[in-house]
């Protein structure tokens, strides 16, 4: 137990410097130490967590949403389009979908309107992101 175990130097995945690593850190220690280093590595694997649990996100979203538009699930006792557009219950942002909001809630109701505006949402960034995708196949193509 009283065997201390020397750690061999390797380099900061980040800046390439070589450094010791904390003799508690051990064989996790993965950058230098430096401030920016840390920060650079928290920053590489959040972004690596996010685009594995992209189903989470969705999940979390599409529920605030919904909760945020009411409690109610039968669109005649839905809240009144008016509150919804003017107040702080429901944060405006941006609709996809380009005719009157209010009318659409009066027919179908807000928790209906909230989830094809998510689904809507989904095949524009799908479609976009085939455009693009595109679009670097042919630039790449032209050189």
Known sequence: ??????????????????????????ERQ??????ECQQRWHARKCAAWNRKNRSYFKEI??????????????PTSSPSPASLTRG?????????LHFPQEVVQEVIGVKQ???????????????????????????QGLR
């Open 1 to 26: 137990m009283g065997q201390k175990r020397r750690l061999r130097k390797r380099p900061c995945r980040i800046c390439g410097k070589w450094f010791v690593p904390h003799p508690r850190l051990g």
């Open 30 to 35: 993965k950058t230098c130490g430096a401030r």
């Open 61 to 74: 979203y599409l529920s605030r949403r919904l909760e945020s538009s009411g409690d109610s699930s039968c």
């Open 88 to 96: 702080s219950s429901r944060s405006r942002r941006a609709s996809p």
């Open 113 to 139: 309107l909230v989830i094809i505006e998510y689904i809507v949402r989904l095949l524009m960034r799908s479609v976009q992101e085939a455009i693009n995708s595109q679009r670097i196949d042919i630039h």
